[in-house]
């Protein structure tokens, strides 16, 4: 992996911990020689992750809507900033800048962003790792609502399993660098269709 995407908050949260996971995070992300590509504030736990890259030698590429340019603070130091028309647009450049995803502590934004990117590999589009950092279990409740979705047979348990989920930056890293894709059938019961 060269470079990992990672959705998270303009928004420090209520909690130190939520930023001494990112900037662990950073760490593992540098000491691995791994690039980060993410929104591209400089506010919140996305401004935390990307000034600890930063601070440690490593690559941040952000990736920001021209209409969120103000509101969302972007971030002027880092290696690369792309101002996008679109979120959209958005997106996409990350997705293609990227060999994996990862989610940290975020808001609707986040959850979006991560779910789209969990969809494009239960669809087939991309071949990429998937990884939740569960910092203070704070998306147990996703994570419990996804196992709910298996058992009420709106997720194979092939797909439920495309979402990586870890307590600590290093497990969850070398979580998405063993993971392998799998190709599973869109539907539950072919006989249904």
């Given amino acids: 992996m060269k470079r990992i995407c990672i959705f998270c908050a303009s928004s420090p949260g209520n909690r130190p911990e939520y930023a001494a996971a990112a900037e662990q995070m950073a760490t593992e992300l540098v ?6 590509v993410y929104g591209g504030s400089k ?3 996305m401004g935390v992750l990307a000034d600890a890259v930063l601070g440690a030698g490593g690559e941040a590429v952000g990736v920001i809507p021209k209409n969120l340019m103000e509101r ?4 002027a130091g880092l290696s690369k900033l792309h101002v996008v ?7 996409a ?16 934004g986040t959850l979006e962003e991560f779910c789209e990117v969990v969809t ?3 669809l087939g589009l991309h071949a990429k790792p998937c990884g939740i950092l ?3 279990e704070y998306y147990s409740p996703l994570l419990a609502m996804f196992d709910h979705a298996v058992e009420e047979r709106f997720l ?6 495309l979402v990586l989920a870890r307590a600590s930056p290093a497990e969850l890293l070398r979580a998405l660098e063993q993971w392998r894709p799998l190709r599973v059938e869109k539907w539950l019961d072919r006989e249904t269709r």
Avoid: C, T, Y
Wanted: no cysteine.
């Fill in 120 to 122: 494009w590999s239960q």
């Fill in 43 to 45: 506010v919140g736990l």
């Fill in 72 to 75: 969302e603070v972007g971030h």
């Fill in 93 to 108: 450049l990350m997705a293609d800048l990227s060999d994996a995803f990862i989610a940290l502590p975020g808001g609707f």
């Fill in 134 to 136: 569960n910092v203070l």
């Fill in 156 to 161: 194979k348990p092939e797909n439920r399993a």
């Fill in 85 to 91: 028309q679109s979120m959209h647009e958005r997106k």
């Fill in 31 to 36: 000491n691995r020689k791994i690039g980060l």
